[in-house]
């Protein structure tokens, strides 16, 4: 039998005050995260290995970061679970505009999908960081132009340049 004080306000006791009130909420971008992870985990199983490899083949970058998804996933998911949290600490309430944005950067990835398809990697790549930093609130010449060719060319030279991977 608990032997927390209750208190005379009758309101919530603090422990229940501190909890969120919708947990399943907060699970949802745990699990989301879950799915890409197997997701990107039975799409890197799809890439094909060269026989007679001794070192690293093309797979492992994409299964390191599908393992590090996953394990982030059920991280986030624990901690909403059990973490207590303070009405400050809970997320704002989903509006209309958040959809929106929410949606246009998730159909932006999927177009980059399709774009890379057809134009080269570091131009895809530049217009979908410049599509995502503008949605997620980004201004400024820095911002939309400077971010997305520093971290294009980074990507590049890492995929690119120094692990040879075809893209």
């Known amino acids: 039998m608990s032997t927390a004080p209750v208190p005379e306000t009758g309101g919530p006791s603090p422990v229940v005050a501190a909890r969120p009130s ?27 290995e060269k ?28 901690l909403a679970l059990l973490r207590p949290r303070s009405a400050e600490e809970l997320p704002d309430a ?19 999908g399709v774009l890379w398809y057809f134009v080269d990697f570091r131009v895809s790549t530049a217009v979908l960081l410049v599509a995502l930093v503008y949605l997620g609130g980004g201004r400024g010449w820095k911002a939309l132009l400077v971010f997305p060719a520093v971290v294009t060319a980074v990507l590049y030279l890492l995929f690119g340049v120094l692990l040879r991977v075809p893209i």
């Open 94 to 112: 989903a509006n209309r505009a958040g959809v929106l944005r929410l949606t246009a950067m998730l159909l932006s990835i999927l177009g980059y």
């Open 51 to 78: 026989t007679g490899l001794t070192s690293f083949s093309p797979r492992w970058w994409p299964e390191a970061l599908a393992y590090l998804l996953l394990g982030l996933s059920v991280l986030h998911a624990a």
């Open 22 to 48: 919708t947990p399943l909420r907060e699970l949802v971008p745990a699990l989301a995260g879950a799915a890409v992870a197997v997701g990107a985990l039975a799409l890197a199983t799809q890439v094909p």
